[in-house]
């Protein structure tokens, strides 16, 4: 039953109709949990209050469906915005995109020439970008550009998926680049022949990804609401003597707030992922694919409490 409820949401998060609907009746059905809001203006405010929580932030603009270069310019544009309001109102944010959204569909061409508008802006602001990691056709793809521009950049990192069997050898690659990393699980629905089926094995290989990047000496991002992983990686810290300026801890806005509160008590850096845009309706329907229960939230958002 779980799974043909994640089926489902998937199948509902690739439909551009849906997509389009959503956008013109902007951020209902609960979606405001999850998404900061339309404008940068809203996600200014939502990083304002998560700030002086004693929160980091690294903000993301949804875009779903860059097909033309055109679309891909504006949604440069959307981030060197971004950059500026982040530098403008002294937020701690970092940004987050994906080379899909910069054009990478299009042409190599077009990717760069996004990539270097928005880094060079990010430098000049003192703000670092993070690549987020797509699916698995784009995986080489991805990490072929992130080291071009890392032997340009020094604020750029990117992702790397437990699920995928090439991480741990991914990691061994980019060590020579001493990146900054966010770890993850991986979001995206993969056949057995590249990732593990199984959850537990995933689990393990994220286990080891952690202690191969601390290990190397890399600044890691542990991004999870997986208490298991966040108890192995505390311990392991506290074994292997790594400062707490080498890592932090990640997890998506709306999820486990609670526990996300928890964490900065504890005395831990805690970075929050707040995506705002009007194209949020896929990012949306992922979230309740990861989490079926979720969608008690949006059945309160629609009908009341
Ligand atoms: C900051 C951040 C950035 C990310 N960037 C990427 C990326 O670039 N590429 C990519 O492929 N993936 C990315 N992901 C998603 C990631 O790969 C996982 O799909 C997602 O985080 C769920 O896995 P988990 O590690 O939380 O563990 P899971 O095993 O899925 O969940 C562990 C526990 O966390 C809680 N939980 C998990 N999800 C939810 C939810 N939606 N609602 C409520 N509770 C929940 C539940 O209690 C669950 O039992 C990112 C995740 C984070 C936090």
New binding site residues.
């Given amino acids: 039953m779980e799974q043909l409820m994640r089926n489902f949401f998937l199948f509902l998060a690739n439909n551009k109709k849906l997509t389009k609907a959503a956008k013109r009746y902007g951020l209902r059905f609960g979606a405001r949990r999850?998404v900061a809001g339309e404008t940068i203006a809203e996600a200014v405010e939502v990083i304002r209050k998560l700030n002086a929580e004693g929160f980091s932030v690294?903000i993301d603009h949804l875009g779903e469906f860059v097909d033309t270069e055109k679309e891909a310019n504006e949604m440069a544009d959307h981030c060197i915005e971004a950059i500026h309001a982040i530098s403008d109102h002294g937020l701690d944010s970092q940004l987050?995109l994906?080379l899909t959204s910069m054009g990478m569909d299009i042409s190599d061409d077009l990717v760069f020439r996004n990539m270097r508008r928005v880094l060079d802006t990010a430098k000049e602001r003192g703000v670092f970008v993070?690549?987020?990691?797509?699916?698995s056709g784009r995986c080489q793809k991805t990490l072929d550009i992130f080291t071009e521009l890392k032997k340009e950049y020094d604020n750029v990192g990117?992702?790397i998926?437990?699920?995928l069997y090439r991480s741990l050898d991914d990691l061994d690659a980019l060590n020579a680049y001493s990146p900054n990393l966010?770890l993850?699980?991986?979001?995206?629905k993969e056949p057995e022949t590249v990732a593990f089926p199984n959850?537990r094995d995933?689990?393990e290989n994220?286990k080891k990804m952690i202690k191969k990047h601390l290990m190397n000496g890399n600044y890691t991002?542990i991004?999870?609401?997986?208490?298991?992983?966040i108890e192995y990686t505390k311990n392991l810290v506290k074994e292997l003597n790594i400062p707490k300026d080498q890592f932090e801890f990640?997890?998506?806005y709306?999820?486990?707030p609670e526990r996300q509160k928890e964490i900065v008590k504890e005395g831990y850096k805690m970075?929050?992922?707040v995506p705002y845009g009007s194209d949020w309706y896929g990012y949306f329907m992922?979230?309740?694919a990861?989490?079926p229960?979720?969608v008690a939230f949006v059945l309160k958002g629609i009908f009341g409490k």
């Avoid at 991004?223 to 992983?229: E, L, P, Q, R, Y």
């Fill in positions: 999850f690294t987050s994906k993070t690549i987020d990691m797509e699916d990117t992702v998926q437990a699920y966010r993850v699980k991986g979001a995206y959850k995933v689990d994220y991002a991004a999870t609401h997986d208490d298991a992983i990640q997890m998506l709306g999820i486990r970075r929050i992922y992922r979230r309740l990861e989490r229960a979720n």
